[in-house]
């Protein structure tokens, strides 16, 4: 009869709890747009203080499986984590027309920050989280999103991109960045090519900011996503999943938060 009733309280309250792996989505709202984020954390974790916190963006197809996945293992990792929703209503595509057409609206505007932050002011409402330790990571779309949160002088400590699209530093903006970066880019990526890649290292460099930039030698755009592999069999070029520069990149995360976060 406990488990029974157990069972069905966890049903009404939305959430999941996997031994002690909790997640759930969360509704919120920016500039009169319902969205729903994915917020994943170990109560084993949490229920012993606050720990490091880190906003996940997703790429421009969405929040998707692969993002909330993403979440889980950092989650597991002993991070709160919470993967925004960028879009609305937690919708995702895997039309790339679709998804040009919903990233498009952000690039090169002030509401990429600003959503942006809507999802990091939701994970720092969970309560669970030591502000003093919060980054943000982004994969494709995502990472460019991390990138303008961070222009935007936002309480995060660190970021890291994943094949991300690299956008040069603001004029004027470094006073006020507190983070450190993490580049992580495929050597071979012909959607962010070298000159992109030039002119947005060029400006951290002029800036003064704290960075480090790597490449995977063999890795094109999307290199960290198994689905990369049926978008570019669905028509999209230079995408390709790389399992080896995926492992390298993560591991390469763990490090950069081990520094950050002194654990």
Not at 111 to 128: C, I, S, Y
């Amino acid at each position: 009869m406990k488990e029974s009733l157990l069972s069905l309280l966890i049903l009404v309250s939305g959430i999941t709890v996997h031994a002690k792996m909790v997640t759930k989505t969360v509704s919120y709202e920016h500039n009169g747009t319902t969205l729903e984020g994915y917020l994943a954390y170990d109560d084993s974790t949490t229920d012993k203080g606050k720990v490091p916190g880190i906003i996940v963006f997703p790429e421009w197809w969405g929040l998707n499986d692969y993002i909330k996945g993403r979440a889980d293992q950092l989650a597991a990792m002993g991070f709160v984590a919470f993967a925004a929703d960028m879009y609305g209503g937690g919708q995702s595509t895997t039309e790339p027309a679709k998804a040009k057409e919903l990233a498009g609206q952000f690039y090169g505007k002030p509401l990429m920050a600003e959503r942006a932050q809507a999802g990091l002011d939701q994970l720092l409402k969970t309560g669970l989280v030591d502000k003093d330790k919060v980054a943000a990571i982004g994969f494709c779309f995502g990472g460019s999103t991390a990138l303008a949160l961070a222009y935007s002088s936002a309480p995060v400590a660190g970021v890291v991109t994943f094949h991300g699209g690299l956008i040069p530093v603001p004029a004027g903006a470094a006073p006020t960045i507190r983070a450190k970066f993490l580049i992580l880019h495929g050597a071979l990526d012909p959607l962010v090519n070298k000159e992109t890649v030039d002119k947005f290292l060029q400006s951290m460099n002029d800036a003064k900011l704290d960075f480090q930039f790597t490449e995977y030698s063999g890795a094109v755009h999307a290199f960290t996503n198994p689905n990369a592999d049926k978008a570019h069999a669905a028509g999209l070029n230079g995408v390709a999943y790389n399992a080896e520069a995926a492992t390298r990149s993560w591991n390469q995360m763990k490090m950069f938060f081990g520094e950050l976060f002194g654990q």
